[in-house]
């Protein structure tokens, strides 16, 4: 057991990277992961100024700006004075945004989906239980009894 216990850890990460890797490899053209994370931050937010975004994504504000220069210039994102303080930016997304966030998403679940069309019926139930964990893992909280052995 001690060492299946070193070994996990290992292949997780290994199996994520590998997935991650691949999810990149499907993102639409010239869509970096740190652009396409602050689209789908200000898809799933909303209107956001840009220091709040820059928080969200855990990035320094100078870094951020270059981020959103480039979204607002193809055409993926608004930039706005805040109405509050004109002296501050906010942004949302544009439609053309939206449109690929959704694709990009749907290219990603059919890949997937062609996967899990192999898998048996305990397979995927298995895999189910096995997301609750990676869910909370991902959110840094304590796995839940209803997905512990």
Do not use: C, K
């Not at 931050?41 to 855990?58: F, H, K, N, P, Q």
């Amino acid at each position: 057991m001690a060492r299946e216990s070193t070994e996990l850890p290992s292949r997780l990460r290994q199996a994520v990277s590998r997935l991650h890797r691949r999810f990149r490899q499907l993102a639409p053209s010239g869509m970096t992961p740190s652009r396409l994370s602050a689209l789908a931050t200000v898809d799933r937010e909303g209107r956001l100024r840009m220091g709040e975004l820059a928080a969200l994504e855990g990035v320094a504000a100078s870094t951020m700006t270059r981020i959103v220069d480039s979204l607002v210039e193809d055409g993926l994102l608004t930039r706005l004075a805040d109405a509050r303080d004109r002296r501050l930016a906010v942004v949302e997304i544009r439609e053309e945004g939206a449109r690929l966030l959704r694709g990009a998403r749907s290219g990603v679940d059919h890949y997937l989906a062609e996967g899990l069309a192999g898998l048996d019926q305990a397979q995927l139930e298995r895999l189910e239980w096995a997301l609750g964990v990676l869910e909370s893992l991902a959110e840094n909280e304590p796995v839940p009894r209803s997905v512990q052995a």
